[in-house]
């Protein structure tokens, strides 16, 4: 089984600072063929389901604010809010779907500085 | 819009079945594989099966495979869950999600969920 490690496992952060979020696979989500990275983020805020945010490891998902951004390949991954809102405040999954079974990272929980 | 609404969940006892269902809307449900995620309370997000577009492939996490079943009625834009042998462990709140790429991919978007609680 592929193995996401977030870091850190919480995070806060002053209202309009930047906050990052590290994801780390056991092996390589990069499929060569297509030079595309398997890796997408998701938002939940409590009670509520998750919401993806970010596939692809870089694509933004239609509707999600452009302070979002994702980026990294291979084995890292890094989640970058570029300048923290309160309605951001969340737990942030990365999620693996280059093979089955498909894995999250356990959760980074962001909150206000 | 898309929407999924699961249905089912409720208080089991050990070894005891239950069987969730998931309707969905607003999307061609028999072009897309579709997904049981759940998440035990206070704790992160595992993924629990797929089943592809046609149902005809199956994919199941280690911790239910043999005890869960999913399947789908694409007539009924319908998908199953039905859980045998049911563990305390088993207590979470389980949500379809629809895949995001195809059969293999993102889940986007998801159900509201639906707490399935094992205990005597």
């Known amino acids: 089984d592929i193995v996401m490690t977030q870091s850190p496992d919480s995070l806060a952060v002053s209202l309009g600072e930047r906050a990052t979020i590290n994801c780390k696979s056991s092996q390589s989500v990069l499929y060569s063929s297509n030079n595309k990275n398997y890796l997408a983020w998701y938002q939940q805020k409590p009670g509520q389901p998750p919401k993806v945010l970010i596939y692809w490891a870089s694509t933004r998902q239609s509707g999600v604010p452009d302070r979002f951004s994702g980026s990294g390949s291979g084995t890292d991954f890094t989640l970058t809010i570029s300048s923290l809102q309160a309605a951001d405040v969340a737990v942030y999954y990365c999620?693996?779907?280059?093979?089955?079974?498909?894995?999250f990272g356990q959760g980074t929980k962001l909150e206000i500085k | 819009q898309v929407q999924l609404v699961e249905s089912g969940g409720g208080v089991v006892q050990p070894g005891r079945s239950l069987r969730l269902s998931c309707a969905a809307s607003?999307?061609?449900?028999?072009?897309?594989?579709i997904h049981w995620v759940r998440q035990a309370p206070g704790k992160g997000l595992e993924w629990v099966a797929l089943?592809?577009?046609?149902?005809?492939?199956?994919y199941y996490a280690d911790s239910v495979k043999g005890r869960f079943t999913i399947s789908r009625d694409n007539s009924k834009s319908t998908l199953y869950l039905q859980m045998n042998s049911l563990r305390p462990e088993d207590t979470a709140v389980y949500y379809c999600?629809?895949?995001?790429?195809?059969?293999?991919?993102?889940?986007?978007?998801w159900g509201q969920g639906t707490l399935v609680t094992v205990s005597s």
């Open positions: 089943i592809s577009y046609d149902g005809h492939n199956k």
């Open positions: 607003g999307f061609t449900f028999s072009s897309s594989g």
């Open positions: 999620q693996q779907y280059y093979t089955t079974p498909l894995t």
């Open positions: 999600a629809k895949d995001g790429y195809g059969d293999l991919g993102w889940f986007d978007p």
